[in-house]
């Protein structure tokens, strides 16, 4: 178990969802998020493996830095991928937690840059 969770987490999202989460102030979910009666998200440790492993392939992906403070009793910390605990969202995701966002890059060694504040 973690000593002290993360104040921040990431979500992955498509340039037609970042649109719309802009558009609308509110994320309610990708597909899998609507399925799964969540929205996932992934700390800055799993950031790079979440997009290997789910989004392989596509391009114009966005990522956008989330507050977790702001989203309060709606965050929980679950076990997922090999045990390990994602922060998993079980409201809508507001514009206002979204301390930061821009278009997924990855540095030299081909892990994903964290987006930076304005």
């Known amino acids: 178990m973690m000593s002290s ?3 921040v987490a990431y979500k992955v999202l498509t340039s037609g ?3 719309q989460f802009k558009a609308d102030g509110v994320c309610r979910g990708a597909p899998v998020d609507l399925a799964d009666g969540f ?20 391009d114009g992906l966005h990522v956008v ?9 709606a965050v929980r910390w679950e076990p997922s991928r090999g045990g390990a605990l994602f ?32």
């Open 39 to 58: 929205i996932h998200l992934s700390t800055a440790e799993q950031l790079t493996e979440t997009v290997d492993k789910h989004f392989a392939g596509q």
């Open 87 to 118: 922060p998993h969202i079980y409201a809508d995701l507001p514009w206002s937690a979204a301390i930061a966002s821009g278009p997924l890059q990855r540095d030299t060694a081909g892990q994903v840059i964290l987006p930076v504040a304005d």
């Open 17 to 19: 969802q970042m649109a």
């Open 5 to 7: 969770p993360p104040a």
């Open 65 to 73: 830095a989330v507050d977790l403070a702001q989203l309060g009793e």
